[in-house]
Nanobody, 113 residues
Framework: HVQLVESGGGSVQPGGSLRLSCAAS????????MYWLRQAPGNPLQWVSFINPIGTTYYQDPVKGRFTTSRDNAKNTLLLQMDSLKTEDTAVYYC????????RGQGTQVTVS
């Protein structure tokens, strides 16, 4: 079965950096486009970034130039490098195989304050 496990969240001051990881199993990761999603308190789930199987990336405007998503298909791992973090980046972050988050991990908390 599909399993997605995020790690790397934590608390950081504004301007700091964090690197999230997502370990994927149970499906052909190398052929699957992957999303990072986030959900802030009181807000709906929203997509943050997308990377297709060959590594082409797309970002929502609020994170462009600050977040970088990458993938290691040999290790079935999805990464999100987050730099210049802002308080508004505070959220639970999920990796997912679909934009709506129907198939996603348990999430990792990122707090910027």
């Amino acid at each position: 079965h599909v399993q997605l496990v995020e790690s790397g969240g934590g608390s950081v001051q504004p301007g700091g950096s964090l690197r999230l990881s997502c370990a994927a199993s149970g499906f052909t990761f190398s052929r699957t486009g992957m999303y990072w999603l986030r959900q802030a308190p009181g807000n709906p789930l929203q997509w943050v970034s997308f990377i297709n199987p060959i590594g082409t990336t797309y970002y929502q405007d609020p994170v462009k130039g600050r977040f970088t998503t990458s993938r290691d298909n040999a290790k079935n791992t999805l990464l999100l490098q987050m730099d210049s973090l802002k308080t508004e980046d505070t959220a639970v972050y999920y990796c997912a195989t679909d934009r709506s988050g129907n198939v996603r991990g348990q999430g990792t908390q990122v707090t910027v304050s």
